[in-house]
């Protein structure tokens, strides 16, 4: 595959992503109540040893992430949230797929992924397509 399409780099970021929305949803909650959303986010995504430090990070370089007011979304209007912004994201792939742009539709698929809307196996499958299409027709 092509370095557009470098498999494990794409992983990594999506699950960085879905990290990312973790902290969103879930941060800045707990971290008014405990002190300590890095710990919870953590938690809540199932992280790595290296994925904590990344989190304990990620919130030292960036301490919005823990001192947003938050949005007042109970875990239904999340969900909705979540799906509204996969389906644009997948729309939005399927769109660039359309006019050629391998690169933006990969990226849109992998947002696609991390906000849920696309499952791994349909990622994969999607994702294999996207670039061998692009092979193809370039």
């Known amino acids: 595959m092509s370095e557009v399409d470098d498999r494990e780099r794409r992983l990594a970021l999506i699950r960085q992503r879905e ?3 973790a902290f969103e949803e879930y941060g800045p909650g ?3 109540v405990t002190g300590d ?3 919870y986010v953590a938690q809540i995504v199932n992280a790595t040893p290296a994925e904590w430090e990344w989190i ?3 919130a030292r370089t960036h301490p919005e992430v823990l001192a947003q007011a938050g949005s007042g ?3 239904v209007q999340w969900r909705q949230l979540r799906r509204e912004q996969g ?3 997948f729309r939005a792939a399927d769109a660039a797929v359309t006019a050629g742009d391998t690169a933006a539709a990969l990226d849109l698929l992998d947002e696609a992924r991390a906000l849920g809307t696309v499952g791994p196996e349909q990622w994969e499958r999607l994702r294999l397509a996207v670039a061998t299409a ?3 027709g370039g």
């Open 73 to 75: 979304r109970n875990p």
């Open 37 to 39: 959303g890095c710990r």
């Open 87 to 89: 389906e644009v994201a």
């Open 56 to 58: 304990y990070t990620h």
């Open 30 to 32: 707990f971290h008014r």
């Open 19 to 21: 990290i990312l929305l």
């Open 134 to 136: 692009a092979g193809a």
